[in-house]
């Protein structure tokens, strides 16, 4: 995940992983972070079809609140 702009230290990015048109929360990560930092909390890739990350205030939400910014089918 390069080349992501710069976030302010209120946000993160978070990552969901969607199955069927439902996001799970997976984890967050913030502009700064090396790819190797990012700690994936629901890591069932085999199930989804979709990854997509969002641009969120610091505390994890159970759905996107905001627009989906970037989206990559498996």
Same mark, same amino acid.
């Given at each position: 995940?390069?080349?992501?702009? %710069?976030?302010?230290?209120?946000?993160?990015?978070?990552?969901?992983?969607?199955?069927?048109?439902?996001?799970?929360?997976?984890?967050?990560?913030?502009?700064?972070?090396?790819?190797?930092?990012?700690?994936?909390?629901?890591?069932?890739?085999?199930?989804?079809?979709?990854?997509?990350?969002?641009?969120?205030?610091?505390?994890?939400?159970?759905?996107? %609140?905001?627009?989906?910014?970037?989206?990559?089918?498996?």
């Amino acid at each position: 995940m390069n080349n992501l702009p %710069p976030l302010p230290e209120s946000q993160r990015y978070q990552v969901w992983l969607i199955t069927r048109q439902v996001p799970v929360p997976s984890g967050m990560f913030g502009s700064s972070d090396s790819v190797e930092q990012l700690e994936i909390l629901s890591a069932n890739f085999s199930e989804s079809d979709v990854i997509g990350v969002s641009v969120e205030t610091l505390r994890r939400s159970p759905q996107p %609140p905001f627009a989906i910014v970037l989206v990559r089918k498996f």
